[in-house]
């Protein structure tokens, strides 16, 4: 019996992510270990999910746990393995709502991890996973995985499938360091989402799938020119970066300042950039001036692509 399970009560913590990595819609992700959320589960008599506290920067999260991604995703978990227990849930959260960086997969995640070390048998991976993406619909209306795996799972992550997801961790070459650029406004997944159209032009699809397998090509290989000749969104991107005050701006600079590419972070507004580590400082100013030019102030970070997955610190 673990320490957890013997007292009833775990934490962990989630990592945020981003989510497509441009050319990855809903399949690609990667987590971000610089910002994340924190989950408490205790194990209660009564049956079902209770959330006693949400604090940190949390604007209006919803205290009904079939409303909460974490909530959802532990009812989701309660009703497959059936403990003969409940769940009380307190989220500290460290991912600013809306910002594109994967805060509701991150809750989501962060939640399943802590109830999994009271149970009496563990669940795979693969059943977190899933149990996590119940959560996840509620804030996409959609169950989608790219922003999930990465969290749980840490680096650089492909899943495949939906009912039955694999997921397969992709190597980075050393030296690339991400830039993630956070403007200081409010974009909902749904918002985002609604926007996109239902169809495809075949030649944007051939493009697209292209640059998918050149990049994870570039990623096994260490070949930064084709990671480089890659990394370009021409399916989503163009249609949502309207959203996004001065983005043609923001991509621009990062590229003129040595990037390998520039794309938005999941839903937005969050935009980020991979570049060689020497070029990362450089990337980073560019692209917080070019918002600054459109008055948005801005967070920041300069991150390894080889972040540590969700884990128990408590």
Not at 96 to 107: D, R
Not at 265 to 284: I, Q, R
Request: hydrophobic share 50%; glycine share 12%.
């Amino acid at each position: 019996m673990s320490a957890a399970t013997a007292l009833g009560r775990a934490t962990a913590f989630a990592p945020a992510s981003v989510g497509n990595v441009a050319i990855g819609f809903d399949i690609l992700g990667f987590a971000i270990e610089a910002l994340g959320d924190r989950v408490t589960v205790t194990r209660r008599a009564e049956p079902g999910v209770a959330i006693s506290a949400v604090r940190g920067i949390s604007g209006e999260l919803p205290k009904e746990p079939r409303d909460n991604t974490a909530g959802r995703a532990l009812l989701a978990m309660l009703e497959a393995r059936r403990p003969g227990f409940g769940f009380a849930l307190e989220i500290d959260k460290g991912i600013p709502l809306g910002s594109g960086l994967g805060g509701s997969a991150a809750s989501a995640v962060g939640a399943v991890v802590a109830a999994n070390a009271l149970l009496p048998q563990a669940c795979s991976p693969l059943e977190l996973l899933e149990f996590a993406m119940a959560g996840e619909a509620v804030a996409s209306g959609a169950r989608h995985v790219d922003n999930i795996a990465a969290s749980l799972y840490g680096g650089l992550v492909l899943t495949v499938g939906i009912d039955h997801p694999r997921v397969k961790q992709i190597p980075v070459p050393a030296g690339i360091r991400a830039v993630i650029v956070r403007p200081h406004m409010f974009l909902a997944t749904s918002q985002a989402r609604a926007i996109l159209r239902r169809s495809v032009e075949m030649s944007d699809f051939v493009w697209q799938t292209a640059n998918l397998a050149g990049f994870i090509s570039g990623c096994y290989t260490d070949d930064l020119d084709m990671i480089r000749a890659s990394l370009e969104d021409v399916v989503i991107e163009p249609q949502r970066q309207a959203l996004i005050p001065g983005f043609p701006d923001v991509r621009r600079g990062a590229m003129e300042a040595g990037a390998l590419g520039c794309s938005i972070s999941g839903a937005g507004p969050s935009m980020f950039a991979w570049a060689p580590e020497a070029m990362a400082p450089a990337v980073l100013a560019a692209m917080r001036g070019a918002f600054g030019r459109h008055a948005l102030a801005t967070d920041a970070w300069v991150v390894e692509v080889r972040a540590a997955g969700a884990r128990l610190i408590g």
